[in-house]
Nanobody, 129 residues
């Protein structure tokens, strides 16, 4: 079964850091653009960060730019990371990773959630104020 499995979420104080991981199961996603999204209660799922298949291109939402960093390891099993620094209460959400196989998303990454084909189950991040 093909899955993306997130881990690394938890409870952290304002100003703290976390690193989320997203591991591919069942197939490699080394040819896909990958992204992180998040969703808070009552809100739509929003773009956080994206990375191209080679890792040479990244893009971030304005709200997390300069605080979050996305990276990937295209080894035997694709793993995508989201390093989150200087966390704020408003970063509290369920974080999802996703994979997009289109040529454009693969080459540049994608911020449009509708471009993504595979989604993980999410991991909760709670930032206490």
């Amino acid at each position: 079964q093909v899955q993306l499995v997130e881990s690394g979420g938890g409870l952290v104080q304002t100003g703290g850091s976390l690193r989320l991981s997203c591991a591919a199961v069942g197939r490699t996603f080394s040819g896909d653009g990958m992204g992180w999204f998040r969703q808070s209660p009552g809100k739509e799922r929003e773009f956080v960060a994206t990375i191209s298949r080679t890792g040479d291109r990244t893009s971030y939402a304005a709200s997390v730019k300069d605080r979050f960093s996305i990276s990937r390891d295209n080894g035997k099993n694709t793993v995508v990371y989201l390093r989150m620094n200087s966390l704020k209460h408003e970063d509290t959400a369920v974080y999802y990773c996703a994979a997009a196989a289109t040529i454009t998303c693969s080459a540049y990454g994608c911020s449009d959630r509708n471009a993504y084909d595979y989604w993980g189950q999410g991991t909760q991040v709670t930032v206490s104020s």
